[in-house]
């Protein structure tokens, strides 16, 4: 199984704390992190100088450990004979704890950040305020800030980030006030949900994640329920077919079309569902929509089901073990009507997918919703974009958090799965999917040619596809979340619906390919 660039684990700021916390309770010196971390940085400043043949560097400190940092990077850097100047927002004497140890290892002048000059300079290292940012950033440290984003715009010079670019929330992926555009950050241990959720992701750029000696072992203690949506995460539950296996082992997915003039999105779900290793797929179609259907179908199986009692009637062939709704199925009670019938009891295990219009359907009456996927026959998927998520969950508390930042995607959408019991894939350039034990996983990357009609419609058919053969519901919905966005990474510009699905191989080869 191939490996993504991130260690599967994305921590809170809180978490992260803990983490330096046990590793330090256990006899590794809180210095001796910062010195790795410094390394660290200044071996991402050096790769920078040298592709470039910069040689002035300005590293901003700050008031904490993350300003410690810099110092030892500045030290670090002065001593491969690079130009560098240390500019801080307090005083050095003034700081705390490992902190002032670090800030007392830099022999050179320390100006004050407020005022400092950008003139001249070709890299500047932001170790002002890392993820254990607290607060809004204001005053002359906003204005600092504002200083540097508008030298890096008027002079296309580069910025790293330490820990995260100052001004993002490390748990939210917020802007506190104002936030530092930077290049590339270099981050400890973990990646922090923030370097992944928008839009403190917008403001990272590059990021790379070094080990610095805090020991893994310590994950146990914390706990963490939140994953980079990478093979990593979730390829222990990949379903691969066998030598000896055939189509009927590999389930049979419904996906409900509408009626005549909207087809369209469910036959692309139901391709997609095919692609995605379903062993059968059945489009079940109303009767008036069957002389369009028919001429545009070959893998995929065409049955009549008329109305709620139709697809009742279909779904009783206990082989159907995963029905798909909602891509044009057409907005009201008639909607509402078919997921009751298509999640009502069953003697048999039958999991099911609802996108679209179905979720516009219930926004009026979540609670109806929330009863039906209580007494479903097998585990639920929702997949809604941002304006389904708000209209269906418009009732969900979104306050802002103790310290001010606003309640994340990521949060939101764990909530939502925890009210109505079904794992949620809220869509989006920073898709989270969230289980209703609490599991969650970000993905890293989407290329923005996903933007295009249809392709909410396949994602849910590749969901589907992947349920069929037997995957758990959070690692199916995250699964397929990676397998769509890889799709479309590999066909690139000018992507429609259609090309995600032509490209569903190469995400499969990217899978199941040898580890070099």
Same mark, same amino acid.
Request: glycine share 6%; net charge negative.
């Given at each position: 199984m191939p490996h993504g660039p991130y260690p599967p684990e994305l921590l809170t700021t809180a978490?992260?704390? %803990?983490?330096? %916390?046990?590793?330090?309770? &256990?006899?590794?010196?809180?210095? /001796?992190?910062?010195?790795?971390?410094a390394a660290a940085i200044a071996a991402a400043a050096t790769a920078f100088l040298v592709k470039t043949a910069g040689r002035r560097v300005l590293v901003l400190c700050g008031p904490g450990n993350n300003g410690g940092d810099g110092y030892v990077a500045a030290r670090m850097l002065r001593s491969q004979r690079f130009k560098v100047r240390v500019a801080a927002l307090v005083p050095p004497e003034s700081l705390r704890g490992d902190a002032r140890e670090a800030a007392s290892t830099w022999d050179g002048r320390v100006e004050d950040a407020t005022s400092c000059d950008f003139t001249g300079v070709d890299l500047v290292i932001d170790a002002l305020f890392g993820t254990g940012l607290a607060r809004d950033i204001d005053g002359p440290a906003a204005v600092l800030i504002e200083r540097l984003n508008a030298w890096r715009a008027e002079t296309r010079q580069k910025i790293i980030a330490v820990d995260i670019p100052s001004g993002v929330d490390g748990t939210s992926g917020a802007i506190r006030g104002v936030a530092v555009q930077a290049d590339s950050t270099v981050t400890f241990f973990r990646l922090k949900c923030g370097h992944l959720l928008l839009p403190g992701r917008l403001r990272c750029g590059a990021i790379s994640c070094a080990h610095i000696g805090i020991r893994s072992t310590v994950l146990q203690q914390i706990a963490p329920q939140t994953f980079v949506n990478e093979p990593d995460a979730w390829g222990a539950a990949l379903r691969l077919p066998s030598v000896e296996g055939h189509k009927y082992a590999r389930g049979h997915a419904v996906v409900v079309s509408g009626g005549a003039s909207h087809t369209g999105a469910a036959r692309l779900a139901a391709t997609a569902a095919l692609r995605a290793g379903a062993g059968l797929v059945t489009l079940a179609t109303p009767q008036d929509a069957v002389a369009v259907n028919a001429p545009a179908l070959t893998s995929v199986m065409l049955r009549v089901a008329d109305g709620p009692a139709g697809l009742s009637a279909l779904l009783e062939d206990r082989r159907k073990n995963v029905v798909a709704l909602g891509?044009?199925?057409? *907005?009201?009670?008639?909607?509402?009507?078919?997921?009751?019938?298509? #999640?009502?009891? &069953?003697?048999?295990? %039958?999991?099911?997918?609802?996108? /679209?219009?179905?979720?516009? &359907?219930?926004?009026? /009456?979540?609670? %109806? #919703?929330?009863?039906?996927?209580?007494?479903?026959?097998?585990?639920? *998927?929702?997949?809604?974009?941002?304006?389904?998520?708000?209209? #269906?969950f418009h009732g969900q508390r979104w306050e802002r958090t103790l310290s001010g930042a606003p309640i994340s995607k990521l949060e939101r959408t764990r909530d939502a799965a925890r009210e109505v019991g079904a794992v949620i894939v809220f869509k989006g350039p920073d898709t989270v999917v969230a289980a209703p034990d609490g599991r969650a996983s970000i993905l890293p990357h989407a290329t923005p040619w996903l933007a295009t009609a249809g392709s909410g419609d396949v994602l849910t058919g590749i969901v589907a596809g992947?349920?069929?053969?037997?995957?758990?519901?959070?690692?199916?919905? &995250?699964?397929?979340?990676?397998?769509?966005? /890889?799709?479309?990474?590999?066909?690139g510009p000018g992507l429609i619906a259609d090309d995600i699905i032509n490209h569903l191989p190469a995400a499969w080869r990217r899978l199941t390919a040898t580890q070099s």
């Open positions: 978490q992260m704390a %803990r983490a330096d %916390r046990l590793t330090i309770e &256990s006899g590794v010196a809180g210095m /001796a992190l910062m010195e790795k971390a891509p044009a199925l057409g *907005v009201g009670e008639d909607c509402c009507a078919l997921v009751e019938a298509a #999640l009502a009891p &069953s003697p048999e295990p %039958r999991a099911a997918v609802l996108d /679209a219009d179905v979720l516009t &359907s219930f926004a009026l /009456a979540p609670e %109806r #919703l929330k009863e039906a996927i209580a007494n479903a026959p097998g585990p639920v *998927v929702l997949t809604p974009h941002g304006g389904e998520f708000a209209r #269906l992947l349920l069929a053969q037997g995957m758990e519901p959070f690692a199916a919905a &995250s699964c397929a979340v990676w397998m769509h966005a /890889a799709a479309a990474e590999d066909f």
